[in-house]
């Protein structure tokens, strides 16, 4: 067992040629986002460009999509017709995957019966591919029975963790432990399971990360988190090694947002101190 610091940081974030160009430092696909939820895969890609990310894509349905356009110039977005994902929108996501370096799936997509079947496509499209994917919130609950890959992280909190595993956990770490280095055994992925202390595995090594607070219960920390994994997946970075930066750096941000906002600590506040917490990697 490792617990994880800024030392993994130096390792990933080394100094940039001079000569370098627009998506040497990853293209990421966000897919996420419906009628009612235009925030998850915001803080997707703004956490992922905060992070390093060179190019950030979002593909949601049409509300979501206009909504995500207008909160920055930044933002890359694809609208799909219709209030939410269903298979019919596949074969225009299909080939994005494939020019992406990277994936994230899940926030915002809600549990239509519908939008979960297109989910299930969607992940077996990226396992067949090999394609590095995030999943998380909602695309967790389309798990059952698809085959994964070592290029996969997931990223449940204990509830989703029963979801996906049908394992109730306790609040001890070591307990936690156990069962997050199981379970990544059992699916041959990479699992990080958010809590007070984030525990990591894929199914051999074991990390603990004990950044982060009891201020970042608002919605949409748990979207920071994805996107800065999605943009360590797209700059090349092995999966457990993304998780587990990706944890630190979003615990660590969230530290510092809440040095500031205490009980007023929102996601972009997490968001915005992730440039903070790298300025620190020297």
């Not at 803080?43 to 349905?61: M, Q, S």
């Not at 990706?246 to 915005?272: C, M, P, Q, R, W």
Request: charged fraction near 25%; glycine fraction near 8%; aromatic fraction near 6%.
């Amino acid at each position: 067992m490792q617990y994880v610091s800024a030392q993994l940081l130096k390792k990933i974030y080394k100094p940039r040629a001079k000569w370098s160009h627009k998506g040497m430092f990853g293209k990421l696909l966000v897919i996420g986002g419906s009628k009612i939820y235009s925030g998850s895969p915001t803080f997707n890609a703004l956490a992922a460009y905060r992070a390093g990310c060179d190019l950030v894509t979002i593909v949601a349905p049409q509300r979501a999509a206009d909504i995500v356009a207008k909160f920055l110039p930044d933002m890359i977005t694809i609208p799909l017709k219709g209030d939410y994902l269903t298979e019919n929108h596949t074969k225009e996501i299909f080939p994005l995957i494939e020019k992406s370096d990277a994936v994230v799936i899940g926030g915002g997509l809600g549990r239509n019966k519908k939008t979960i079947a297109a989910v299930r496509k969607i992940l077996s499209y990226i396992a067949k591919i090999k394609k590095p994917c995030v999943v998380d919130a909602d695309a967790l609950h389309a798990l059952k029975d698809l085959r994964l890959n070592k290029n996969f992280i997931l990223t449940p909190h204990s509830q989703e963790f029963f979801v996906v595993t049908g394992k109730k956990l306790r609040t001890d770490v070591y307990s936690r432990m156990k069962a997050v280095k199981k379970a990544a055994a059992k699916l041959n992925c990479v699992i990080l399971l958010k809590g007070y202390a984030d525990v990591i595995s894929d199914g051999i090594k074991i990390a603990v990360n004990r950044t982060g607070n009891p201020y970042m219960t608002k919605g949409g920390t748990g979207d920071t988190l994805a996107g800065i994994c999605g943009a360590l997946l797209a700059r090349k970075i092995n999966p457990f090694d993304a998780a587990c930066a990706a944890a630190f750096i979003n615990g660590a941000a969230g530290d510092l947002a809440a040095k500031k906002h205490n009980e007023a600590t929102l996601a972009s506040d997490v968001a915005d101190e992730i440039k903070n917490v790298l300025k620190g990697i020297k």
